[in-house]
């Protein structure tokens, strides 16, 4: 049973930085990713990362402001948060694609290519 528990969320003010952390059980060394939903809009793909660590993927709006890292010993996701910015609140959801995909190519982006999701950590930031 694969299982992803999400925590780390908080308040920020605006250039703060906050890190989220997912604990993952049930699989391992598949393309992983986080992503946000604002509400009222649509859940977006922020950062994806191959089963290796080997590489990152980020969406254009969080480039050089968040960092995706793993380990694979303690089968854990991280998005270090750097910078924030009022339009970063929303609520944060870890995402893992099926059992023995590690890469996902440019699809990362594309909610319908994981299997399972966490619950959510919200993330408020404020100005």
């Known amino acids: 049973q694969v299982q992803l528990a999400e925590s780390g969320g908080g308040s920020a003010q605006s250039g703060g930085s906050l890190t989220l952390s997912c604990a993952v059980s049930?699989?391992?060394?598949?393309?992983m990713a986080w992503f946000r939903q604002a509400p009222g809009k649509e859940r977006e793909g922020v950062a994806g990362?191959?089963?290796?660590?080997?590489?990152?993927d980020y969406a254009d709006s969080v480039k050089g402001r968040f960092s995706i890292s793993r380990d694979n010993g303690k089968n854990t996701l991280s998005l270090q948060m750097n910078n924030l910015k009022p339009e970063d609140t929303a609520t944060y959801y870890c995402?893992?694609?099926?059992?023995?995909?590690?890469?996902?190519?440019?699809?990362?982006?594309?909610?319908?290519?994981?299997?399972?999701w966490g619950q959510g950590t919200q993330v408020t930031v404020s100005s």
């Open positions: 049930g699989v391992l060394g598949t393309y």
């Open positions: 995402a893992t694609a099926p059992s023995l995909l590690s890469d996902i190519g440019e699809s990362w982006r594309e909610s319908r290519q994981y299997w399972y």
């Open positions: 990362i191959t089963g290796t660590g080997s590489r990152s």
